[in-house]
């Protein structure tokens, strides 16, 4: 599969996936492998141009030092990316500008032994929820999603 060059992020290695989703479905089934510290956190995007019959394209990239004290530092990171896009240079171009649809954020809790993740949708809203080493998923009210974020429950 052919990724045109205006997909492509300008300073962020990146990971084009065939099937749509398919990183987050590989996580969610080795989250019982996790030793230790478990991976680094993975940041997965959906990228569209909004055209239609134009397919969406999933990608996906490593992280590493970024906030993720809150979903709120994570969305902001998830849509900081939409700007990271690599422009088109020619301003005559016919082609669509492609945009960042949505995101999910997976960061592995060593201490809860769950996989915190936050999805953001662009332009919508944030939703965080956790899932276990069984790849059972969970909602995260406000209070555990603070405890299971930090390891324990600070008020």
């Known amino acids: 599969m052919a990724i045109p060059p205006e997909v ?3 300073d962020i290695p990146e990971l084009f996936e065939i099937d749509l989703g398919e990183a987050l479905t590989a ?13 680094p ?4 995007v959906v990228k569209s141009t909004g055209r239609t019959g134009q397919r969406d394209l999933g990608s996906y990239h490593y992280v590493s030092g970024v906030d993720a004290s809150s979903s709120a530092s994570l969305a902001a ?3 900081s990316l ?3 896009i ?5 301003w005559f171009s016919s082609t669509a ?14 201490f809860s032994r769950v996989d915190m993740r936050v999805d953001v949708k662009i332009p919508g809203g944030v939703n965080a929820y956790v899932i276990d080493l069984r790849g059972e998923r969970y909602a995260s009210s406000l209070q555990s999603a603070r405890t299971d974020w930090h390891g324990s429950s600070r008020t």
């Open 8 to 10: 492509l992020y300008k």
């Open 27 to 39: 996580r969610t089934e080795a989250l019982s492998t996790f030793r230790e510290l478990g991976p």
């Open 41 to 44: 956190d993975l940041c997965h």
């Open 77 to 79: 990171y998830i849509n």
């Open 82 to 84: 939409t700007y990271a």
């Open 86 to 90: 690599e422009e088109n240079s020619a």
């Open 97 to 110: 500008k492609w945009k960042v649809r949505n995101g999910c954020y997976c960061c592995f809790n060593a």
